[in-house]
Every structure is written in structure tokens, then in C-alpha cells.
């Protein structure tokens, strides 16, 4: 069972008096306390109100210290209601206030009012004249105050009493909306003054001083001036007051007699340094089980003090649900003796109020508890930590609960915990200099390890200091106004930057402004650094400023009325950055440090809700018009309609994944992918996207939602150029439009000036969308737009331009294609011999006659695109189709004066017949191009069957004389040779994988004498092909045969004798007889040696014909 099962929080105790509402309720007052703080602030007033003029009070105290419902009791005790008989018995015996506030029965004029964010001025109008009466709803403060003093003087025997709670709400409302504060100074003089009882009394957490710290210099001397007009009464309940309090707001019936020791050592210790304890305070502070005795104590001081003041109240901490307060210990903690002890409220005060904390006067002591605190949870255990902890914390409040942190208090502040436990860990971290022993005091202390003056250092910045507009800028960061209606509408986010400026160079900035990183325009707030602005000039400034914007994009300038207050916050703030920045001492001083960064903190914190809350009062200028923005989200809605008016045709492009200024790289990838379906896949369905890949999304949001690609006609899809009748595609319509006329305009234009073109205004295209729509855009006009990579044209669009488009746009180039008269019969012509290189029909469009052309060009073998053996005329055509990287000159200028030089001698093409001829000419030598290297491959082929003695041109037959001769020569390129050869088909690959071997050069890289080179080696391949094909038949012949090889002549008349024959050995000494005389013939000649070789062929030549026959 947990503790919150158990333990309840008295209902009286959890709800607050409202002195509106409340007087006419007789049960208000019950379970209230009339302890002896309540009683010494009204007697104060009332004898203020006897002895002096004095009639403006304040009543200050903490949260849950009583002051509304005491304030309900000064109301009912003077008005006649049914509260009245219970009040007045309070007050019936309290010293002058009977003097100060006599009555009769009917009572006095009581106006009650409870603060909020608003006017006091209104409400106190409402509550004098309830009825709706233009003539009182326009009174001004002066004749209101007139109405008040009025009322009291017909009062002789009554009064009038304005009680005004949460009196510190309408002040800060008037500073923040820039009211005037002015009024309850005017108010508190006007009830010293009144000649009837007019008795003003303000209910503040606070005082005003404190509301004012969070402004700047001058403003807080403003606020001072109110200040001394009231008398400030404090209402502060003493620590056993508080106890007392506690105690029966705790409702439990758990038995918890071990607790009552701590407490007996608690109150002793108090008692020693402060008189006037109750005797029975020992007791009070046991009821305030489980809260531990030393944490009640310290709950009063807590509330009162000035980080806490405005935050939390005693009994708003015993009903909270924070972190690490009162609920959530109840919550977690089972029925044991374990209570709330003084370490956990430190971490309440750490969790839920630090930020407070670091900006009020205590930051100093707190920043250096933290330091002890951290040392000890870097050195040692849980118990060193909770010690530090309970020191800081009843230390920090040691002066008014008159608690120290003596070694006999500690002893009881840690469960668990024994006395030498205890006393070994108070050397370990007196040890490591996180606290240190006060002899003087017999108790223990957080080191003071700072001595840096950060007040007195920030004094010395701001004398002289003057705001430095960029600092402040570079410090504050303010936060982007995002267009948010604009959003919902089209799908693109948009945003305007915020810039604090000064009055002195708004208009230069304002002229010189040129959105980037994808805003759509600015909000220029003006803060005058000088104090010769008056608000007619600021106006003036703003106005001019807004004027003098000519970027396109949309400049709101305004100032807001509290830009004195930011002013001097902004000169707060970054007098602090450079405190910090420029005091090398900082580095060695870890609490000062801390304590800067926190207050620096707070100040950014305070600033930015001020500039926040001035943007939305901000009159605004644009185009030298007023505008206003009157609720805190109608900033945004104004930026909505700033987004509306600049980009009116923005596309309607839902997805987040692209739409945006800077795509992730997976929605990178998805839009690669789509490009190159678009390119690849026009003509299918998705673009043959198939699953629900991410691409498909983005293809729905983009093409198929902006009527860019659909089904056109029975399945067939395309690309569709859109139309401006359809609301679909009207404003995509819009956008081509301008494109194409941008086009027109400009010879030739990158996609990346383009793209400039579509991020401005009135379209406002994001960076994820460009490629997307750049490449619908081409394929929506294949037949009026060139696309051009580097200069080059494209004859394909293909995954290479997707790819350039989105990795380096600035390289692909577009131009618009329109033909004239003598280009329309120009084109006939080429396009009459385009069509007979090309097998699918084209289209009489410059562009498809163009590509087509160009992509014979660039399909031509590489020989071809180099050789100069064709004819001069298909030279220079194919030069010009290969360097074509612009096709409509090509085609209308290029290749026409080709044929005006070569073949009209200068003469123009002006009549039908010299158009034919044109178109002739252009055919021929499209044809002598695609026959070149035919021809060549041709020849080639010829001549090494011939080399070869290959009369029959039947493969089969070359395959079977090369199977015999490969693997036998242990030559290796001759092996290579006839491997080529095992596998000829008498094709041109065949061929060109020869002609490759014989000079070891790709066919792909020859030039004009490489065919001949090849030639030559070819025919040495074949010389030695076939003495290895004879050798290989030699080898085959018996032991006692004799063999004959013979081969003359070369090619097709060459001739080749092999015989094999049998002789005896008798017929050999015959043979070698002949052989003598036929040599001796030879010799009487007197021939060479080649002849007589020569004379021998031709006579085994004759002779092996007649054996043959």
C-alpha cells in the first residue's frame, strides 16, 4: 500500500477565495484562519487610513499566505450581505479599524476585481456602469477616477473600497501590451485626495520591484513611481504559522511515533537562535507527517521567497503532482516510517525551479550549491550526495526558518543512515571542498568557491552601452513564422524570417534583400537604438523601408510599442555574452560560469517571449501599406495571405517527401528512379512502376495529380502537353507557358536558370519538385524543345540526362525550336532522307528529323567517323552531324550551304527543284556513310581468302584446313590466326576479330591506313598458314617414301604441289645422275640462282599437271 492511499490533502486547503464571486457565499470563510500575520496587515492599513492621508495600499505576500481571503473578510466587514455578520466578528475587536472603516446599514461601495491579462481601465468601466452605455463605455481614465471620487463623497457615512486581486496581472498586461501603467498612479493619488473614503487596496504576490526586474533600466523606473504612491503591507506568515498550517491541511490516521524525536531536535535547534517559539511547536511539526520536521520548517521560507513567490505556493506543493514534489512522493513511497526529507525538496527545487531560481537575487548561492552537489556525485556515494543536498537547502533558508545545518540536525535529516555513517561522510566532503565547518555557528556550510562580482560586472557593461543590433540578432534567433494556412492549401511549406533591425538601416536592408534558402519573404522588426525616434518617425521609417523592396518576394517592416523594453533586455542580454566571452577568470571559476550561463539563459528566455509577444502587436508595413495583426495566431495567418498574394499560381503538390527545399536521400533515390521510368517507360501505365515503391507516391503527388501523364486514348499512355480549360492542370498550364516564352526569348537556356525562373514568385516551385517537372516539361514538347548536355545536343533523352538533371542541372541546356518559311521546305527535304535511314516512321518535326539524323551520325562505326576515303561532300556532312550540338543550325544553315558550295557553286536553294536536289544529295551521302566501312570490311575479306588460296567461299572448307594447321607451329600469333579461322562464318565480326590480330589494334580505333597495315600481316599470316598446312601433309607420309612440296605465287594465283612417291634403292644412284646433269645445264646458262629456282617450278609445275592427268 502506497502512502497517497492514506494521506489526503484537506479540501479547504486545496481552493483559493475569489472576492468577486465569494461575498455572496455565507460558507466562504470556513476552515479560514485569522492567525496573527492577518490580523497585524489590516490593523497596519487601518491605522494608516486613521493617522495619515494615505489611502492606496498593497498587500504583498506569497502564494497560499491568506491575502484573498483576508481580503474577503475587509469586503464583507464593510457591506451588508450574508457574509457580513461572520467577517465582522473578526474584526469587531481589531485596533481602528472601526475607525478607519465605519458603516452604517447600508454599507460601503465595494468594487471587487480580480487581475487578469487585460485592461483594469475596462473592467473597472464595467463594474461603475454594468449597463451598456456608449456614453460611459468611451469614459477616459480621468473620467473614471472622477466617477470614483464622486461615489465616496456621496458616502459621508460609508466609502467606496476597490480591492483589486491579482492586482500584478494587470500590471504586467500593461506593460506587455503596451497599456498605460500610468493609471494606477493616477488612481492611488485620486484616493489620497478625495475628500470622501475612497480606499484602493492591491492583492500582489510580489513587489511591484520584482515585477519590474524582468524589464529594462527604464521601464523599472516607470514602475517605481507607481511603487511610491501605495503602501505596501506584507503579509508574511511566520514559520510556525505555516507549520501550524500544514499540519491540519495533512489528513491522515497512520500512527507515526517514531518521528516525534526529529522533531524535538529540530525545534531545539531553532529555538536556540530565535525567540518567541510556541511550546508546543514540536508537536506541530509531528503533524506535519510524513513531511519530514526539518523540510516543514523550511516549506514558509520556501513560499516566500522571491524565486518562489510567483511560482508555487505551501499548500500548491502539497497538492502538486511534480517530479520529485509532495504527490509523488505519497505515490511512490509504501506505509513506512521513511518521510519527505530535506534532500528530496532540494530536488524538487532543482527539477521544477531552477530556471526561477537563476533569475532571481539567490542564483549566486544556488549555482554554487549545485558545484558541491555535483562534486560530490562525481566522488562519491548516495549518501555524500544527500548530505551536500540537505545542507544547500537549509542553509539557503537558514535566515528566516532559523534552521542550521548542524552535525545534531543532520544526524536526523537521512534515513537509514548512523550517526558515524553520517560523520565519516561530512569529513569526506568537508574533504573535497564541497561544504566547510563554520565554528561560529557549530554548523555546516556550502563552499563558497566564487568570488566574481557578476551584478557589479554587469553594471560596468551596460553604462554607455548601446545595442548592438547584429549581437543581438546572432543571440535571440528568432523562431520563423511559417505560413501554415498556405501549407494546408497547396502543399508547400513556407516561412518567413524574422530580423531585428535597426531604424537606421531598415530601408538599405529592405532594398537590398534577396531571399535564399527557400524563405518567402521577411518580417523586418524595428528597434530604434537611439532615443531621437519618436513613434511618428518610426512609422515613417517602417513605411519607406517597405517600399523600397524590389526582390519580388514579399518585406513586412513594423515595430512594436514595447521595443523600449526589448531595447534595454537587449543590451541585458548581450552584456552578459560578453562578460562571459571576455573575462579569461571565468575559465577557473565553475559557479560563475554556471550562474552566467543560466542568467544569460534567462534573459534569451524573457527576451524571446517579449519579441514573440511584440510580433503579434507589431503594426506591420508592406508596400507602404498598414497592416495589424491582432491575435497571437493571426501572424500566422497574415503570413498565409502574405504567401498567397506572392505565389498565386503555386502547384498544388502534396508530398512532403519532395516537396521541400532540401529532399533526404532516400527521396532522392525515388525521384532518380522516377526519372528514369520517365524516360524509359513513357508509353506504360505508372510508368511501369510496379509495387508501392516510393516513386509511386511521388508520381501520383506530381504527375498524375498535375495532369502530366495519364491514360490518353484506350490504354495508351503519355505525357500531356496541359491545358489551361482545365482547373486540373490550369496552373501547370501557367508555368509551361512561361517557360516556353522564356525560351523564346533566349536562344539557348540552362535548366538551372530555369529553375530560378520557378522558385520566384507567383509560382514559388520547391527544390525537390525541379527535376520532376523540368523533365515532364521535355517529354510533354519532344518536338519543340532541344535538350543539350555541355553544349552538345542529345539525341536521346535517357537515364545519363536524368541523372545530370539532378546532380548538375546547370549543364543541361533547353531551346525552343519554331521553323520559318524556307526551314519549313528545308525540312521536307531532310526529312525526306531521314526516313530512309530509320525503320520507324517519324514525324516532320525539326527536332525528331534532327535526332534522327544525329543518331545515324553517332551510330556510325568509329572507322567511318574518322576515314577520308569517301568523298569530300560526305567529309564535311558528317562533320557536321558528328559536331552537331545544335541541330537546327545543323539543319537549316550547316548543311544547306554544303550544298549551295559543292553543288550550286555558291548558289542559294531558292526554287522546288534545287530543294529536291538537296534532298537527293543529302540521301547519297547518307548512304555513302552507312556504306563506307562495309565496303571496306569487304575488301579486307576478299583479299585474305585469296591470301589464303581459298577459291571456294564455303567456310566449312576454311575451317578444315585451319583445324589442321592450329597447334602445330608453336607460333602463337599464327595459332591465334588460324583460332580465328576455326570459328570464321564468313561474317564482318569474323573479319574484324582478323584484321584486329594482324596489326593488334580494335578495329574500332583504325584509321585510314590501318586496313592496308592489315592487309600486309594477313597476307604473311596466310604465307605461313599454308607452309604449315604442307608441312602438316609431309608429315603424314610413309618411312620409305620421298615427299614433294611446292608452292608458287601469292592470292588467287598462287599454287601449291604436294607429292609423295616411292624409290628404290637402286633408282637412286639414276636419280642423282639426272640431278648432276640437270644442275650442270642449269650452270652453262650462266643464270641466278632465283631464275634457276624459278626454271625448276615451272618444270615440276608441267610435270605435276601430267601426273595429275
Known sequence: MQLADKIKIARTFQQSARIDTDLEIPEALDGFVFHDSAKYALQRMSQMIVESNRRAFTCTGPYGAGKSSLALVLCASVTSNSLSQRARKLTKDLPYFKDAFPSDESGWLVIPLVGHRGDLLSDLRRSLFPTKNKNHTEQSARSIIRSLRQKAEERPENGVLLVVDEMGKYLEGAAQQGG???????????????????????ILHQSLEEYASRFGEKARKEWAKVQGRYVDIPLVTAVEEVVDLVGKAIDTDLEHPESLGAAEIITDSIRNRRVGIPSDFAACLDRCWPIHPATAVLLGPLSRWRFGQNERSVFGFLGSSEPEGFQDFLKSTEVTGITYEPWQLWNYLKVNLEPAI???????????????????????????????????????????????????????????????DIGK????????????????????????????????????????????????????????????????KTGTLRWFKVEIVSAEKVCDLARNLHPHDGTAGTFFLVIPTQDNYSTKNIRTVCREASKSAVSGYPVAVGFSPDYKRINDLGKELSALHDIRRNNPQLEGDSVARREIEARTAIAKDQLQIILKTSLNKTRWFVG????????????????????????????NVRTELVNREKPSGNAQAAVRKLLYAMVNHPDQKDLGISGFPSELGVYRSTLEALGLHSNIKNDNYGFLKPSSR?????????????????????????????????????????????????????????????????????????????????????????RWVDLGGRNKKLLESLWSAATQMEDNAISKKPLEV????????????????RTSSISDEARKVRGVLLSASDPIQALFVDLPIIFETDKLEGGPLN???????????????????????????????????????????????????????????????????????????????????????????????????????????????????????????????????????????????????????????????????????????????????????????????????????
Open 358 to 420: 537563476m533569475a532571481s537575487p539567490d542564483s549566486h548561492r544556488w549555482a554554487q550549491s549545485v558545484e558541491s552537489v555535483t562534486v560530490c556525485e562525481a566522488k562519491g556515494t548516495p549518501l555524500h550526495v544527500k548530505l551536500a543536498k540537505t545542507i544547500a537547502v537549509v542553509e539557503m533558508f537558514r535566515h528566516t526558518s532559523g534552521l542550521m545545518p548542524e552535525t545534531e540536525v543532520l544526524k536526523f535529516c537521512i534515513a537509514g543512515a548512523t550517526e558515524s
Open 850 to 865: 534532327a535526332r534522327t539524323l544525329v543518331r545515324f551520325a553517332f551510330k556510325l562505326p568509329a572507322w567511318t567517323k
Open 180 to 202: 498605460d501603467i500610468h493609471f494606477f498612479q493616477e488612481i492611488a493619488e485620486a484616493a489620497s485626495r478625495t475628500r470622501g473614503r475612497l480606499v484602493v487596496l492591491g
Open 624 to 651: 507602404g501599406r498598414a497592416k495589424q495583426a491582432k491575435a497571437t495566431s493571426s501572424l500566422s495567418v497574415f503570413a498565409s495571405k502574405l504567401a498567397g498574394d506572392t505565389f498565386p499560381n503555386a502547384l
Open 425 to 488: 561522510a561530512l569529513k569526506d566532503i568537508e574533504k573535497w571542498s564541497a561544504v566547510i565547518f563554520r565554528k561560529h555557528f557549530n554548523s555546516w556550510a556550502i563552499y563558497a568557491g566564487s568570488d566574481f562580482d557578476i551584478e557589479g560586472s554587469l553594471q560596468e557593461e551596460l553604462i554607455a552601452r548601446e545595442l548592438n543590433i547584429e549581437q543581438l540578432s546572432n543571440l535571440v534567433q528568432l523562431r520563423p513564422i511559417v505560413a501554415k494556412k498556405h501549407y494546408h
Open 911 to 1109: 526554287d522546288k527543284q534545287s530543294y529536291e536536289d538537296f534532298g537527293g544529295f543529302i540521301k547519297n551521302i547518307l548512304k555513302e556513310l552507312e556504306g563506307a566501312y562495309p565496303k571496306m570490311m569487304t575488301e579486307l575479306r576478299k583479299n585474305t581468302l585469296e591470301a589464303l588460296g581459298q577459291r571456294n567461299p564455303n567456310p566449312e572448307s576454311l575451317r578444315l584446313r585451319a583445324k589442321i594447321v592450329h597447334g602445330i607451329t608453336g607460333n602463337f600469333r599464327l595459332d591465334a590466326f588460324a583460332g580465328r579461322l576455326l570459328e570464321f562464318s564468313n561474317t564482318s565480326e569474323d573479319m574484324e576479330s582478323i584484321a584486329s590480330l594482324a596489326i593488334n589494334k580494335p578495329v574500332r580505333e583504325w584509321s585510314d591506313n590501318d586496313p592496308k597495315a592489315a592487309m600486309l600481316e594477313i597476307a604473311d599470316f596466310a604465307l605461313k598458314f599454308r607452309q604449315a598446312e604442307m608441312l602438316a601433309q609431309l608429315k603424314k607420309r610413309n618411312p620409305t617414301s620421298e615427299a614433294l612440296a611446292l608452292m608458287l605465287g601469292t592470292g588467287e594465283n598462287s599454287y601449291t604441289m604436294i607429292k609423295t612417291f616411292d624409290i628404290t634403292e637402286d633408282e637412286k644412284e639414276e636419280i642423282l645422275t639426272l640431278a648432276r646433269d640437270i644442275e650442270s645445264v642449269l650452270n652453262k646458262n650462266g643464270i641466278d640462282n632465283k631464275q634457276k629456282l624459278a626454271a625448276l617450278a615451272e618444270t615440276l609445275k608441267h610435270i605435276s599437271a601430267s601426273l595429275n592427268s
Open 726 to 814: 482545365n482547373k486540373k492542370t490550369r496552373k501547370i498550364s501557367l508555368l509551361w507557358k512561361k517557360t516556353e516564352n522564356i525560351l523564346k526569348e533566349n536562344q539557348i537556356l540552362s535548366v538551372s536558370r530555369i529553375y530560378e525562373h520557378w522558385k520566384s514568385p507567383p509560382f514559388g516551385i520547391r527544390n525537390g519538385v525541379l527535376p520532376i517537372l523540368a523533365m515532364a516539361f521535355v517529354m510533354t514538347n519532344r518536338t519543340s524543345v532541344a535538350v543539350y548536355n555541355d553544349d552538345i545536343f542529345q539525341t536521346e533523352i535517357n537515364e545519363l540526362v536524368a541523372d545530370f538533371l539532378l546532380q548538375k542541372n546547370s549543364t543541361i541546356q533547353l
